[in-house]
């Protein structure tokens, strides 16, 4: 089963509200990602954990927040929502010792108004 | 910053046509390029991929084309079909990266009209 799963795959936001995304794998994979996808632009990387090591990029360091109590599961949290995080969140999954293929979740539509 | 151009945006041709995309990059670090497919309310899924040592790659209707001197990478559809319909996506990601982090395109929306 190469499936990343995604929940919710909608979500609404109030402004100013915290925002919690889950993301799931079962191929027993090391590293986990969260991309934000934007219409008309490209998947941007947000932050990656390695085993339970948190790396997040240095444009996004104070926006998002992550957790990952297992290896099988990964959030992405959002203190305060605004407008700007309006987006497409990819959750995907990778492992250091089967090679660099990448498998991505379908993704959760987050709206914040 | 952008590292990673497709283009075009979006194309669109008849069945049984060629169909051309186009990715460059500017970071001569970038040594592995995966080509994902998307469809609407799927998730992005690995297509076809080169590292740079190649200048071709091919898996049935798809090649790679690359060209390291400019920088410059194609995937070929041949014979197209509307099943192929989708979203394709380039990809780079530095050999110095134990992992992958994947720096994407925009994006080329591809239409096969019967």
């Known amino acids: 089963d190469t499936t990343v799963k995604q929940n919710p795959r909608y979500k609404l936001a109030r402004v100013g509200k915290p925002v919690n995304l889950i993301c799931s794998q079962t191929m027993n994979h090391d590293t986990m990602y969260w991309y934000q996808k934007k219409p008309n632009q490209a998947p941007k990387l947000l932050l990656f954990?390695?085993?339970?090591?948190?790396?997040r990029e240095a444009d996004t360091f104070e926006k998002f927040q992550s957790s990952r109590p297992n290896n099988s599961f990964c959030s992405l949290y959002i203190g305060s929502a605004g407008l700007e995080y309006s987006a497409m969140y990819l959750c995907a999954s990778s492992s250091r010792d089967r090679g660099t293929e990448v498998f991505f979740g379908k993704g959760t539509r987050l709206t914040v108004v | 910053q952008q590292q990673v151009r497709q283009s075009p945006q979006s194309l669109t041709v008849w069945e049984g046509e060629t169909a051309i995309l186009n990715c460059s990059y500017e970071?001569?670090?970038?040594?592995?390029f995966p080509w994902y497919q998307q469809f609407p309310g799927e998730g992005p899924a690995l297509l076809i991929a080169?590292?740079?040592?190649?200048d071709k790659k091919e898996d049935g209707r798809f090649t790679i084309f690359f060209n390291k001197r400019e920088k410059k990478l194609s995937l070929h559809i041949t014979d197209s079909q509307p099943g192929d319909s989708a979203t394709y996506f380039c990809?780079?990601?530095?050999?110095?990266?134990?992992?992958?982090?994947?720096?994407f395109g925009q994006g080329t929306s591809l239409s096969v009209v019967p």
């Open positions: 970071n001569s670090a970038f040594d592995y």
């Open positions: 990809a780079a990601s530095p050999a110095s990266s134990s992992f992958s982090k994947l720096v």
């Open positions: 080169i590292r740079s040592v190649s």
């Open positions: 954990y390695y085993d339970k090591i948190l790396n």
